[in-house]
């Protein structure tokens, strides 16, 4: 008797879904034995990694960096295939550059007396919540708090426990706590960047000490993140990844007992009209499209998802994160090295802000080179300032920086001049801009996840949860029928290349062991 093989296929060719097209392909024992196929909506394999250039050098326009390299599958691989050395320069070759240059709002310098102790409170705070040992808080009925509003009030304890100082020193328009507030924002916009959240009081608190962080320094990959995908798909036979497959719908059978055809359970339809079918499918789309594909009329699956999953998916949080690269002009003397910047801003309800800074550039925290001599420089953004960053031409942008880098740098005082290697007696102009708009891009509708308030880590197992959900009555359809993949997936490494690595290694082998083909 011949059996038919069982069809899988992998929606998304990002990491997680060619993670788990690699280990089915590669399993000897499943090689044979079952029928796969990754369709992509894209015209490209790589989902929110992709390599790209400008100017000369080698840039990342999605994942960036390796988060710590000890046990980084990441790392593990780009080691493998030799992609961590390159004669061509890449973005943060040097991994992290000189001590940064803060400069206030009207060109102050701010010295390290002023911007040491905001930065090593933030650092306890921050180091606090994420569960680190031997870091203290004084205040222990934290509650229910989100990240923003236990850092608001860190910074109101640390002004409480000294004496207050409203002295002006020297600069006209700013006292000491305008400044420390200034700073400590300025932090808090770097922290948006990292976890996606547009605002720091929708990052839950609770669940930030479950996030894990791998050991070890992160670095950047010399050739190129997008090698790492590459060498995932090279694998795979020519024709198993399909491009330009764009998934409309879903259709599967919930475990009710009616109108079940075993057969095969799954019914895909794309966007020109095609159907494919299917025993499983594994979805990797980005949590972004799956909140759409809720919250449409037409809906992504029918019928429409349980109720357990879709509160998971709506609770969640999905944030846009934005990188913005910038070529200053050649026509400048090449000698003047342009400084790692951070920048410290007036608050929106200052009324000594310039009005010519546009308030889409106000919660940008830095501006430095991609590494240490490029005439490269990068910026990052997010919330609700990445997707305007994304509406914007090439000529707002660049007018943008062109006010801002006058208020900052040429107007510099405090002799910032001789930090800033002479441009603040050289106009500083800029060419050529790149951006990033993962925001409205359709396929992915945003950047990367994070524990919203009112979510938990438990949201993200429920998100990894397969459909039909198993109980312990009998069942009448096919099992796991759709299966659940990508960063957002993971409970411990959501918003990381990894996480979405360890995701699809997780369903590849939960179909593994389904049809006991255990090689794990």
């Known amino acids: 008797m011949v059996t038919k093989k069982p069809k899988v296929v992998i929606i ?14 590669t ?10 196929c990754v369709v992509e909506g894209g015209n490209r ?11 000369g050098s080698r840039i990342e326009m999605g994942a960036t960096w390796i988060h710590g390299i000890g046990g980084s599958p990441v790392y593990k691989i780009a080691q493998e295939i030799n992609s961590l050395h390159s004669e061509k320069p890449w973005e943060c070759m040097d991994e992290f550059l000189d001590d940064p240059l803060t400069i206030a709002e009207g060109g102050y310098h701010l010295n390290s007396s002023l911007v040491d102790p905001i930065c090593n409170l933030f650092k306890n705070l921050m180091d606090f919540a994420q569960g ?36 002006t020193l020297g600069f006209d328009s700013w006292t000491r ?9 300025m932090l808090e916009n770097t922290q948006r960047t990292y ?19 791998f050991p070890g320094k992160e670095i950047t990959i010399a050739k190129g993140y997008s090698t790492i995908v590459e060498s995932l798909a090279s694998v795979l036979p020519a024709g198993m990844i399909q491009l330009g ?5 879903i259709e599967w059978q919930p475990d009710d007992g009616e109108n079940c055809d075993v057969t095969k359970p799954v019914k895909i339809h794309f966007c020109d009209g095609s159907i494919m079918y299917a025993d499983h499918v594994i979805v990797t789309v980005s949590l972004g499209v799956l909140k759409q594909g809720i919250g449409d009329n037409t809906g992504m699956f029918s019928p429409a998802l349980p109720r357990f999953k879709t509160e998971a998916i709506s609770r969640l949080g999905f944030g846009v994160v934005n990188k913005l690269f910038l070529q200053l002009s050649p026509n400048r003397d090449e000698a003047m090295k342009f400084p790692n910047l951070q920048m410290v801003f007036h608050q929106s309800d200052s009324k000594l802000r310039h009005p010519r800074i546009p308030w889409w550039m106000r919660r940008t925290a830095s501006l430095c080179p991609i590494y240490g001599t490029s005439n490269v420089l990068l910026s990052w953004f997010a919330g609700k300032e990445a997707l305007e960053l994304e509406s914007l031409s090439d000529e707002e942008i660049i007018d943008g920086f062109s006010t801002m880098i006058s208020n900052l740098l040429e107007n510099s005082k405090n002799n910032t001049h001789d930090l800033c290697n002479g441009h603040a007696n050289s106009a500083i102009k800029f060419d050529k801009v790149l951006k990033t708009q993962w925001g409205t891009d359709p396929l992915f509708l945003g950047s990367y996840s994070y524990v919203a308030v009112g979510s938990s880590g438990d949201d993200l197992d429920s998100m990894a949860e397969p459909l039909p959900k198993r109980s312990n009555h009998s069942f009448n359809s096919p099992p796991l029928q759709i299966l659940f993949a990508g960063e957002a997936t993971h409970r411990t490494h959501y918003s990381t290349t990894h996480g979405a690595y360890f995701s699809g290694l997780r369903e590849a082998n939960r179909l593994l062991q389904h049809y006991h083909y255990i090689d794990i």
Do not use: H
Request: glycine letters at 10%; a negative charge.
């Open 12 to 25: 998304g060719a990002g990491m997680a879904g060619l993670t788990a097209a690699n280990k089915l392909y």
């Open 27 to 36: 399993s000897a024992s499943s090689k044979e034995c079952i029928e796969l």
């Open 45 to 55: 394999i790589g989902g929110r990694i992709i390599t790209s250039e400008f100017v």
């Open 132 to 167: 680190k040992p031997n870091v203290q808080f004084p205040q222990s009925n934290i509650g229910n708090l989100s990240i923003g509003s236990f850092l608001r009030k860190g910074l109101d304890a640390y002004w409480g426990s000294i004496k207050e100082e409203e002295e």
């Open 177 to 185: 706590k305008s400044l420390e507030e200034g700073i400590f924002a």
């Open 195 to 213: 976890t996606s959240a547009g605002d720091l009081e929708t990052l839950d608190f609770n669940a930030e000490s479950e996030y894990r962080m």
């Open 245 to 249: 497959r764009k998934v409309t719908k």
